[in-house]
């Protein structure tokens, strides 16, 4: 009986087999199916607000614009100043609490809110901005043939027959246009809509009362119709990305035309 032949070299595996190279991630090859995907991220961590926050930062919003409302309107002569206060400050210190309120009862702003910065999120806010102003601005001009001329918002009517200089004027559209809108997209689709969340509400259901709610939240019931189509752009923004920024952004390029149009009314080049 013959001896075996002695062993030779190991084969060497064909191309697109055998364990990948030391800290290479494996690659599908061949033709074979994709390796499965990494693990889900982790959920974020729940907080301990609710509905009770938001119905005390809109108590905070409330009781801070009359303080204010009264300590302006009933000092006689009203200067533009008073009146940029009157219109920042409130909402300021209500988006403040909110931002507090996250930090004490959750994870901050970030997680809670998802207010966090992304280019991507500018970018679709812009989109579902000036996307939203094909129905905005046929909304408007429709609001204005069946209700008049006369009608106009609350901030209309605060700064009506007001004249400022340059510097106040800019301010001002600061305000209506940054300011603002920041501040109350922290409160509504991001403070409310967590809430919302945190209840078992989905992405939809959410979406539909906070754009309910904002648009009631401004009492000026005879543009409640008009409120909730100017809000469903800024409503989708956050819907879409399921972050803050975007909808800031869509609500920002929402109140530049009004902006605008106030700031060239304060200087007096349009009439209010």
Known sequence: MSAAPPPGPA???PPGWGP???GRAPQPRWGLPPFPPEPPAPRKPP????FGAYVLVELIFLAVSA?????????GQVTIGALALGLAVPTMIAAATALLITRLRGNGPRIDLGLEWSWRDVGLGLAFGFGGLVMTIPASIAYVAILGHDTS??????FNGVRAGPGAAIGVFLI??????LCEEIVYRG???GAMEKHGAGRWLAFALTTLLFALAHFEFTRTPLLLIVAIPIGLARLYTGRLLASVVAHQINNLLPGLALMLGLLGAIPM
């Open 11 to 13: 084969p060497v595996p």
């Open 20 to 22: 990948p190279p030391p």
């Open 47 to 50: 907080h301990r607000w609710g």
């Open 67 to 75: 303080l204010l409302g009264w300590l302006v309107l009933g000092r």
């Open 153 to 158: 918002s609350a901030v209309g009517d605060l």
């Open 176 to 181: 209506v246009v940054f300011l603002a809108p």
């Open 191 to 193: 403070l409310l809509w």
